[in-house]
């Protein structure tokens, strides 16, 4: 069952008075990118949560957001109320000895370095926070999975529809190869006692047997045939597989797509061109598709 790389799920919970909140996102990417934002107190989470995201998600660009909301002020930071005091006596100071009177914004104050700091918790706060955020996480991951399936699920519906095109153009090349090279050997007899009937020459029956054989040999794609129809089966196959399938269906369909232009190299019918310009657009669908394919 395949999987899309575009989802969202989130989730939230509340350790000591403080909610905490969770987004997940996820898009496309060839490969596995993670970004995770949260509070700096709370740095102390990343390694982990990025092992869970990484344990979770093997392909795509995910996003992870972890917020603190509701809250009371003195859960977030604490003032050095000695470093302020400090700082506002020495301002008084330099105020008094240029000769004017001191008034200063608190707010200016408190931008000041040192100033404010965020509270860190203890050994104790940090595994109960730890096993309360992992597991809000877990909640958003399940829901950005379900996302990501049900997404799948529509583009296997797709694909499948694309490879079931492929398979009866392929029978109709299949069926019309065959009747070409009977078609070049009544045409080249039809011309060759055209052209000799004035000379009054009858054609060699073995020469005319030996260049169709020469046509037949050149121009049969029935090993084409085989492997593209086989590159299908292989590629409904691991649409189905219980495994991140995008890269091996992105090389699949590389591979169909290159048995497509030999067939078209090699024929030189129209009705089999037609039906490789089709296959070819279909194939290129595929491959479009399969950008969204974890």
Do not use: W
């Not at 006596?89 to 370095?113: C, E, M, R, V």
């Not at 991140?244 to 078209?264: H, P």
């Amino acid at each position: 069952m395949i999987k899309s790389m575009t989802g969202y799920g989130q989730a939230q919970g509340e350790i000591n008075g403080v909610s905490y909140a969770v987004e997940i996102k996820s898009v496309n990417n060839r490969y596995l990118k993670t970004s995770v934002k949260m509070p700096e107190m709370l740095s102390f989470l990343e390694d982990d949560i990025d092992k869970l995201l990484k344990k979770n998600i093997s392909r795509g660009t995910v996003n992870y957001v972890l917020r603190l909301k509701d809250m009371s002020g003195n859960t977030l930071f604490e003032i050095d109320e000695k470093a302020l005091q400090a700082i506002s006596q020495k301002l008084n100071k330099a105020a008094l000895a240029a000769g004017f009177g001191a008034q200063f914004d608190i707010s200016n104050l408190l931008t000041l370095p040192g100033i404010i700091r965020p509270i860190l918790p203890n050994n104790e706060e940090i595994e109960l926070i730890k096993e309360k955020i992992l597991g809000i996480s877990m909640q958003a991951m399940e829901q950005l999975k379900d996302m990501r399936a049900v997404e799948g699920n529509f583009l296997e519906a797709d694909l499948r529809k694309h490879c079931e095109a492929i398979e009866n153009d392929l029978k109709q090349i299949n069926a019309r190869s065959a009747v070409v090279i009977q078609e070049y050997g009544k045409k080249l007899k039809q011309r060759a006692d055209m052209l000799l009937a004035e000379a009054k020459l009858k054609i060699d029956e073995e020469t005319l047997a030996r260049e169709v054989a020469i046509f037949a040999d050149r121009s049969d794609i029935s090993e084409e045939i085989a492997r593209l129809d086989s590159h299908v089966q292989q590629f409904l196959q691991f649409c189905h597989a219980n495994e991140q399938a995008g890269r091996r269906l992105d090389f699949i369909s590389q591979e169909m797509l290159r048995e497509a232009n030999t067939i078209a190299s090699k024929s030189s019918d129209g009705e089999i061109t037609g039906c490789v310009v089709d296959i070819k657009c279909l194939v290129e669908r595929i491959k479009e598709q399969i950008q969204n394919v974890e």
